[in-house]
């Protein structure tokens, strides 16, 4: 016999301190009383007030002894009294339930899942009815889908419930996460159970050790070929060429010849054959034209056998191109700066034309003094000084720059000195503007963000396309940036990829920034990310698409390929293994708390049915008739004298 929530120690205690208090309340009780006289004529007003005495003995001592005995039953059910030893309370077993993606391969129309669910159920069979179990959902991460219990339903209704994953198992995280919460239980440690394919993944190979640890093993097909990634890339080489590639492994121990047939917008190319040697892995590439938008889809034959990794779809929308409108009288010098680019649509007019200005992305405004519309992004090429957006507080002569702001994307590259500029105006700039060049009197190429419905504009406060600067290599990478800087999405490399769930390295440019990245999800959502010396490390549990942008590119991350674990896990030396015969604990310990909690609470009802409600409810005519009996001697007595 032994307490479950309370030690002997904390029991007394409480026993002791409210049983005194109670004993205490009985003896002390002090309160006056209601007393009926037949006359106050012989009585006399006393001179000093009465004093009164404590009793010294307990008025109803069977009241108190059912108020003591009901109060050790309440304390007793709430310690939690068992009634046995403590070596047959029960044990806490975790049972971990790999749902990795292993776990969705079909044998004979039923899948690995189902088989553990099986195995698990068999394994319940054998515990004590006493024994708490936890069920932990098992792939990448450790997830409980049950507290401690000894609900058997509970447990089998989440069983039923579990499904098969995308992820590989991290057998170490789910061991040190069962080891805790047994830990966190505070009760006697049962055994960590494991049932599943025991396939982990490459970084979770290391032995993984625990103690009472059990293995069942679910046997799985080892002949398994699937498509590990995917990727198409635009070719910098050509105008609408892209790159494909399709990485596919094969899982088993024998050579296996598989067959990948590929289609972009309902358009298939020829398929691809190839024979994989046991464990190997090797690359499909395509290359392909196109400036539509469309879905590269890649199928591995022979057919699925559950596990969704022989076939990948790659969403690719259609690029939207930058419309330029440039008004100049010398197109020439214009069409080698906007023609190397084609994510540009350039259309030229005259700088004297009288039509309005045309609906277009961006207005190039070459030495005139016509506006923009107030929404359209605009370049100012030495603007007249009455025309110009910006005010001009004077005009330098026979000037150089001396400074580019190389601290914004805007005065990126750009490094020359000392270039000699015949007139170049000096702007006036207000609060959010940003100065890009400088001569020794001040700003002469300014840009302002949008703002209060304005577009962008960028204002040059002399002629970049004539003289020594033509010939300098930061006239083009100033126009270059500043493009860049009104329409970053146009200039940005965009590459789709389809990687595994899990973890994912996504390798730099020598030009990127990691602090520059941004990575969010479908939802725009903000995404951690590590970053590496090689690049940036992202991780996913489930299936989802990510962008990751920086200034140059963007990466459209399509994480849902299952990540195939191609490791096999060894369990530690001592482990034990499959299915254990039926424990037999007989008898078990016996819950006593209920029927204490009844008793006490029959205790105080019976207490207040024989005293309680006597004290109260105590009839006044029968006091009045005690009252005059007790007075009728002594009035005689008064009489006679």
């Given at each position: 016999?032994?307490?479950?929530?309370?030690?002997?120690?904390?029991?007394?205690?409480?026993?002791?301190?409210?049983?005194?208090?109670?004993?205490?309340?009985?003896?002390?009780?002090r309160s006056k009383r209601k007393k009926i006289v037949s006359t106050l004529r012989f009585w006399t007003p006393s001179e000093r007030?009465?004093?009164?005495?404590?009793?010294?003995?307990?008025?109803?001592?069977?009241?108190?002894?059912?108020?003591?005995?009901?109060?050790?039953?309440?304390?007793?059910?709430?310690?939690?009294?068992?009634?046995?030893?403590?070596?047959?309370?029960?044990?806490?077993?975790?049972?971990?339930?790999?749902?990795?993606?292993?776990?969705?391969?079909?044998?004979?129309?039923?899948?690995?899942?189902?088989?553990?669910?099986?195995?698990?159920?068999?394994?319940?069979?054998?515990?004590?009815?006493?024994?708490?179990?936890?069920?932990?959902?098992?792939?990448?991460?450790?997830?409980?889908?049950?507290?401690?219990?000894?609900?058997?339903?509970?447990?089998?209704?989440?069983?039923?419930?579990?499904?098969?994953?995308?992820?590989?198992?991290?057998?170490?995280?789910?061991?040190?996460?069962?080891?805790?919460?047994?830990?966190?239980?505070?009760?006697?440690?049962?055994?960590?159970?494991?049932?599943?394919?025991?396939?982990?993944?490459?970084?979770?190979?290391?032995?993984?050790?625990?103690?009472?640890?059990?293995?069942?093993?679910?046997?799985?097909?080892?002949?398994?070929?699937?498509?590990?990634?995917?990727?198409?890339?635009?070719?910098?080489?050509?105008?609408?060429?892209?790159?494909?590639?399709?990485?596919?492994?094969?899982?088993?121990?024998?050579?296996?010849?598989?067959?990948?047939?590929?289609?972009?917008?309902?358009?298939?190319?020829?398929?691809?054959?190839?024979?994989?040697?046991?464990?190997?892995?090797?690359?499909?590439?395509?290359?392909?034209?196109?400036?539509?938008?469309?879905?590269?889809?890649?199928?591995?034959?022979?057919?699925?056998?559950?596990?969704?990794?022989?076939?990948?779809?790659?969403?690719?929308?259609?690029?939207?191109?930058?419309?330029?409108?440039?008004?100049?009288?010398?197109?020439?010098?214009?069409?080698?700066?906007?023609?190397?680019?084609?994510?540009?649509?350039?259309?030229?007019?005259?700088?004297?034309?009288?039509?309005?200005?045309?609906?277009?992305?961006?207005?190039?405004?070459?030495?005139?003094?016509?506006?923009?519309?107030?929404?359209?992004?605009?370049?100012?090429?030495?603007?007249?000084?009455?025309?110009?957006?910006?005010?001009?507080?004077?005009?330098?002569?026979?000037?150089?720059?001396?400074?580019?702001?190389?601290?914004?994307?805007?005065?990126?590259?750009?490094?020359?000195?000392?270039?000699?500029?015949?007139?170049?105006?000096?702007?006036?700039?207000?609060?959010?503007?940003?100065?890009?060049?400088?001569?020794?009197?001040?700003?002469?190429?300014?840009?302002?963000?949008?703002?209060?419905?304005?577009?962008?504009?960028?204002?040059?406060?002399?002629?970049?396309?004539?003289?020594?600067?033509?010939?300098?290599?930061?006239?083009?990478?100033?126009?270059?940036?500043?493009?860049?800087?009104?329409?970053?999405?146009?200039?940005?490399?965009?590459?789709?990829?389809?990687?595994?769930?899990?973890?994912?390295?996504?390798?730099?440019?020598?030009?990127?920034?990691?602090?520059?990245?941004?990575?969010?999800?479908?939802?725009?959502?903000?995404?951690?990310f590590v970053v590496t010396k090689q690049g940036i490390e992202l991780f996913s549990s489930a299936p989802s698409v990510l962008r990751?942008?920086?200034?140059?590119?963007?990466?459209?991350?399509?994480?849902?390929?299952?990540?195939?674990?191609?490791?096999?896990?060894?369990?530690?030396?001592?482990?034990?293994?499959?299915?254990?015969?039926?424990?037999?604990?007989?008898?078990?310990?016996?819950?006593?708390?209920?029927?204490?909690?009844?008793?006490?609470?029959?205790?105080?009802?019976?207490?207040?049915?024989?005293?309680?409600?006597?004290?109260?409810?105590?009839?006044?005519?029968?006091?009045?008739?005690?009252?005059?009996?007790?007075?009728?001697?002594?009035?005689?007595?008064?009489?006679?004298?």
């Open positions: 016999m032994f307490f479950l929530n309370l030690t002997a120690g904390e029991f007394l205690t409480l026993l002791g301190g409210l049983g005194s208090l109670i004993a205490a309340l009985y003896l002390l009780d007030p009465q004093e009164s005495q404590r009793r010294r003995r307990v008025r109803e001592p069977w009241s108190l002894v059912l108020q003591l005995v009901s109060l050790m039953m309440l304390l007793l059910a709430i310690a939690q009294l068992q009634w046995g030893s403590r070596e047959r309370r029960g044990r806490y077993c975790v049972l971990l339930l790999d749902t990795s993606a292993w776990a969705a391969q079909r044998l004979g129309g039923v899948s690995l899942l189902d088989r553990e669910k099986q195995a698990a159920q068999r394994y319940l069979s054998t515990l004590p009815a006493q024994d708490r179990v936890m069920l932990v959902d098992a792939d990448a991460l450790a997830a409980p889908l049950t507290p401690f219990t000894d609900d058997r339903a509970q447990i089998s209704g989440a069983m039923g419930r579990a499904a098969a994953g995308s992820s590989a198992l991290n057998i170490q995280q789910a061991l040190a996460f069962a080891a805790e919460a047994q830990e966190g239980s505070g009760g006697d440690r049962g055994e960590v159970v494991y049932i599943g394919p025991r396939m982990v993944s490459e970084t979770a190979n290391a032995q993984a050790k625990t103690a009472n640890l059990r293995v069942i093993t679910v046997d799985r097909e080892p002949r398994h070929v699937g498509i590990r990634t995917a990727s198409v890339t635009p070719n910098p080489n050509a105008e609408g060429a892209w790159q494909a590639a399709v990485a596919v492994k094969n899982y088993g121990p024998r050579p296996a010849v598989i067959r990948l047939n590929t289609e972009f917008a309902g358009t298939a190319f020829a398929p691809r054959a190839a024979t994989l040697e046991g464990g190997a892995e090797t690359a499909i590439q395509y290359n392909f034209v196109t400036n539509a938008s469309g879905q590269f889809v890649a199928r591995l034959e022979p057919g699925d056998d559950g596990m969704a990794d022989n076939r990948v779809s790659l969403e690719m929308p259609k690029r939207d191109k930058l419309r330029v409108t440039v008004f100049t009288d010398r197109p020439d010098a214009f069409r080698p700066l906007f023609g190397a680019s084609s994510g540009l649509t350039v259309r030229f007019y005259a700088a004297s034309a009288a039509q309005a200005v045309p609906s277009a992305d961006l207005v190039v405004l070459d030495r005139t003094s016509r506006a923009a519309r107030r929404d359209q992004a605009s370049i100012w090429i030495d603007p007249p000084r009455e025309g110009s957006p910006l005010p001009v507080k004077t005009v330098a002569r026979n000037a150089t720059v001396k400074n580019w702001n190389s601290e914004t994307p805007l005065g990126e590259s750009l490094h020359a000195r000392d270039t000699p500029i015949p007139v170049a105006e000096i702007f006036q700039t207000f609060d959010g503007d940003v100065t890009v060049g400088s001569v020794a009197e001040g700003p002469v190429v300014v840009a302002r963000s949008r703002s209060e419905g304005r577009g962008k504009m960028a204002v040059i406060g002399f002629d970049p396309l004539s003289g020594d600067a033509r010939l300098e290599l930061t006239t083009p990478l100033l126009f270059a940036n500043l493009l860049r800087w009104i329409s970053p999405d146009v200039f940005r490399s965009v590459d789709f990829v389809a990687e595994r769930v899990g973890v994912v390295d996504i390798p730099l440019d020598d030009r990127e920034r990691a602090d520059r990245i941004q990575v969010r999800d479908q939802r725009g959502f903000s995404i951690p990751v942008s920086s200034e140059d590119r963007e990466t459209v991350l399509s994480m849902t390929v299952p990540d195939v674990a191609a490791f096999e896990w060894k369990a530690p030396a001592g482990s034990a293994d499959g299915i254990p015969a039926r424990f037999r604990l007989s008898p078990g310990v016996l819950d006593l708390w209920r029927w204490l909690a009844l008793l006490g609470a029959f205790g105080l009802i019976a207490e207040w049915v024989l005293f309680g409600r006597r004290r109260i409810l105590r009839p006044p005519a029968r006091n009045a008739r005690r009252t005059r009996e007790a007075l009728e001697p002594r009035e005689n007595e008064l009489v006679s004298r």
